[in-house]
């Protein structure tokens, strides 16, 4: 009988091609013919009023939970259908459950943002810089052209030419010299304005130096000293920097550099260990819990297995029956606890389906072996011994995951204990 770990690759298949999300029973008819038909036959046909508790369809939900990202959305959601009709191997049926969960393997892809229009320099929303549309005679093929956005030079916008102003004058010249709107005598008016002021301050500053040179001249020859106007000046010589300085400064910035790797790796090193604590704990709790249903489980299966050699013997016998009805209500409730556990460590997810889908044949066909006994039906003991056969067969392979688990549990414990 195939487990949800046999058929893992096909149902990774079946997402792999399809950017939309699929629930069970879509997975289940879009899987290879030989493939489905072998899962529908073992299993039973899914959905309302099959009568199967564990049906094709929630083996293909068990293989999806294994090989899903996360059970969190977007890659699992829960969609209310309003009971939809499906088809599976053309063959209609209706969802067991009205709100069902629906898989994907990859999140949806951002959404194209919407072309924009570039922006014009020079233009404003009052008054866009556009280009008028070309004339068409009547009687032509006409169509339409969109606006054509036209571009201006620097020089003839205003509020370039404001800060060219207010920052570097010259190149506000430069620009009314370029621009087209203006005439010469316009272009020479301004120029004027603000060249003059610049030329008669050049020309008073060199004759104030002139004037002061005179004069240094006239001082150094009545004192007898001779300065010739053509000695190139002495400037003070920078105080040069002491290498050790230069040393010092490199070693404090590598020092710096080190001390700031040193605290990133201390940080890495603390979130990687609070992860392997918080995995190790996760695996402890579910092998404690475990450990003890399982436990509970085998001993419940001996006792009922000792009752059940001392038969027919003791059919008549009620205190035999009332020990029986004890140990199968003690299993099935054991097979209970363990259908409902919850956070299964990745590195457990095997040994769980083995032992979850033991726990559902087991409560299956466990009740239908004790109404055979105490009425004496064979016809009820053959059908549930085969289910019951099969249970027992994943209950061995259960203990084997577990002994499994159990040494990798110990060897992770003992490497981050040698860690620390």
């Keep these: 009988m195939l487990l949800p770990s046999d058929i893992r690759s ?17 997975i289940l008819d879009r899987l290879p ?24 369809a929630s083996l293909i939900t068990d293989a999806v939970e294994l090989v899903l990202p996360s059970l969190e959305p977007p890659y699992r959601i829960y969609i209310d259908t309003g009971r939809t009709t499906y088809h599976i191997a053309g063959r209609a049926l209706l969802a067991g459950n009205q709100a069902i969960a629906f898989y994907r393997l990859r999140p949806p892809a951002a959404p194209v943002p919407a072309p924009t229009i570039p922006t014009v320099h020079g233009a404003t929303p009052d008054n866009p810089i556009i280009a008028p549309r070309p004339h068409y005679a009547p009687g032509k093929q006409t169509f339409y052209s969109p606006p ?16 060219a102003l207010i920052f570097f004058w010259p190149v506000f010249l430069n620009g009314i010299w370029k621009n087209s709107r203006l005439s010469k005598n316009a272009k020479w008016t301004v120029i004027s ?5 610049t030329l008669l301050g050049v020309f008073s500053a060199a004759f104030s130096s002139h004037d002061g040179q005179s004069s240094g001249e006239k001082n150094s020859l009545s004192g007898h000293v001779v300065v010739s106007a053509s000695s190139p000046p002495v400037f003070a010589k920078p105080t040069p920097v002491p290498k050790r300085d230069v040393a010092a400064k490199k070693q404090e910035a590598v020092t710096v550099k080190r001390r700031e790797e040193q605290s990133r790796n201390e940080a890495q090193a603390e979130e990687k260990s609070a992860r392997w604590q918080e995995r190790l ?4 709790t579910y092998v404690e819990e475990i450990t003890e249903l399982q436990g509970g489980l085998g001993e419940g299966f001996g006792k ?3 009752f059940l050699h001392q038969y027919p013997a003791k059919f008549g016998d009620r205190q035999w029956h009332e020990e029986i009805m004890v140990a199968s209500v003690g299993i099935l409730l054991i097979c209970k606890s363990i259908q409902e556990v919850h956070d299964v460590p990745e590195n457990e997810r095997r040994h769980y389906a083995l032992l979850k889908e033991m726990s559902q044949l087991t409560s299956e066909n466990l009740p239908k072996l004790v109404d055979g ?12 011994l085969p289910g019951l056969k099969k249970a027992g067969e994943l209950m061995v392979a259960a203990n084997e995951e577990l002994a499994n688990v159990k040494s990798r549990f110990l060897a992770d414990a003992k490497m981050e204990g040698q860690s620390q």
């Design 10 to 26: 096909a149902v990774v298949e079946v997402l792999s091609a399809t950017e939309n999300s699929l629930c069970s029973y879509q």
């Design 33 to 56: 013919a030989c493939l489905r038909n072998q899962i529908i036959a073992e299993r039973g046909f899914p959905g309302a009023g099959s009568g199967h508790s564990y049906s094709a």
């Design 148 to 163: 054509v956005i036209e571009r201006r030079p620097w020089y003839e916008t205003k509020r370039w030419m404001i800060l």
């Design 193 to 197: 304005i603000f060249a003059l002021p």
């Design 281 to 284: 704990q996760a695996e402890k």
């Design 304 to 306: 009922l297995n000792n």
């Design 373 to 384: 006994i105490n009425q004496q039906d064979s016809e009820k003991l053959n059908s549930a």
